[in-house]
């Protein structure tokens, strides 16, 4: 595949944004001793609290095993607290710590303008627009 015909592949445009947008967000996080899978992890708990490993994973879309260590590195730092043993069944749910959510709130801020420097080379309407197409693209993949 040549470089032009490269340039006109969604997929590969796709993944040139995905990789910039995620080496943008790995440079913030960084300033907040955050990766960017503890963030979706902090991100998704604050939306919505209890998830399990499993959800977390899905969610922030790493496998299980990644997930665990994640969430290890997560509880270490004091910013997630898991209950010892599973209240029913084996899911153990998961919470934010009042440091948890200090620290997604800071990191959220910068998270938040780079999306938002990405997106301001559009205009509203376009950006409304690619986000339903993205969204139908996902979902006839599977996603």
Same mark, same amino acid.
């Given at each position: 595949m040549t470089q032009d015909e490269l340039d006109l592949s969604v997929g590969y445009v796709l993944k040139r944004v995905q990789s910039?947008?995620?080496?943008?967000? =790995?440079?913030?996080?960084? *300033?907040?001793?955050?990766?960017?899978?503890?963030?979706?992890?902090? $991100?998704l708990l604050d939306q919505r609290p209890g998830l399990s490993n499993a959800d977390l994973a899905r969610g922030a879309f790493v496998s299980r095993q990644s997930m665990n260590v994640v969430l290890r590195g997560l509880e270490e730092n004091g910013l997630v607290e898991r209950p010892a043993r599973a209240a029913q069944g084996r899911a153990l749910p998961v919470r934010l710590t009042a440091e948890g959510r200090e620290r997604l709130r800071r990191a959220h801020a910068d998270?938040? *303008?780079? $999306?938002?420097?990405?997106?301001?080379?559009? =205009?509203p309407e376009r950006v409304a627009l690619l986000r339903a197409d993205l969204t139908r693209m996902a979902e006839e993949l599977g996603g």
């Open positions: 910039a947008l995620r080496a943008a967000m =790995d440079a913030a996080l960084r *300033e907040h001793g955050l990766t960017t899978p503890q963030y979706a992890c902090l $991100e998270v938040f *303008e780079i $999306e938002r420097r990405m997106v301001d080379v559009l =205009d």
